[in-house]
């Protein structure tokens, strides 16, 4: 059982790599898909809801200190964001939430909850409009974020081997 903790964060530190070198390459007019986000998401619904809001709470502040952003914007969103996926952590439901697209529109919500929580902290811009913030910096990120989860969901074995 340990070790499923420790697998959760030493994972995170490929996945950081990968989110800053590879992911601007892959940028759409500067949106850019959040794998932490996926990898959160994917542990919060599988360990429950106290797991996965500790856990966003490590990844922001892990992020925040590796990438030298603001420190605290990240840390609030993705434990906000844990916190939200962990809502859908059901026992009975697990398998079901992982093998259909379910999971995708669960990072979706997600993703849009940690994107407008981290671009209200992080913009300085005082002139941005409500809808810029809900939909250019919150809701298209989201979408960009669960379009690549469905990986997730073709990738997750078919039968549990436990």
Do not use: H, W
């Amino acid at each position: 059982m340990r070790s499923d903790y420790i697998l959760s964060i030493l994972l995170f530190f490929p996945v950081l790599v990968i989110q800053t070198t590879i992911m601007p390459l892959i940028s759409i007019n500067g949106i850019v898909p959040d794998l932490i986000l996926i990898l959160l998401v994917f542990y919060s619904m599988k360990r429950g809801q106290l797991y996965g809001t500790a856990l966003g709470f490590v990844y922001g502040f892990l992020f925040d200190l590796i990438t030298g952003s603001l420190l605290g914007s990240t840390m609030l969103s993705k434990t906000l964001a844990g916190f939200v996926a962990g809502y859908f952590s059901n026992e009975n439901k697990r398998e079901l939430y992982f093998k259909s697209y379910s999971f995708a529109l669960i990072v979706l919500m997600c993703s849009v909850i940690d994107s407008v929580v981290k671009s209200f902290f992080t913009t300085i811009d005082l002139n941005t409009s409500l809808f810029n913030l809900l939909f250019q910096q919150g809701m298209l990120p989201g979408i960009y974020t669960a379009v690549l989860s469905i990986f997730v969901i073709m990738f997750y074995p078919k039968r549990s081997l436990s």
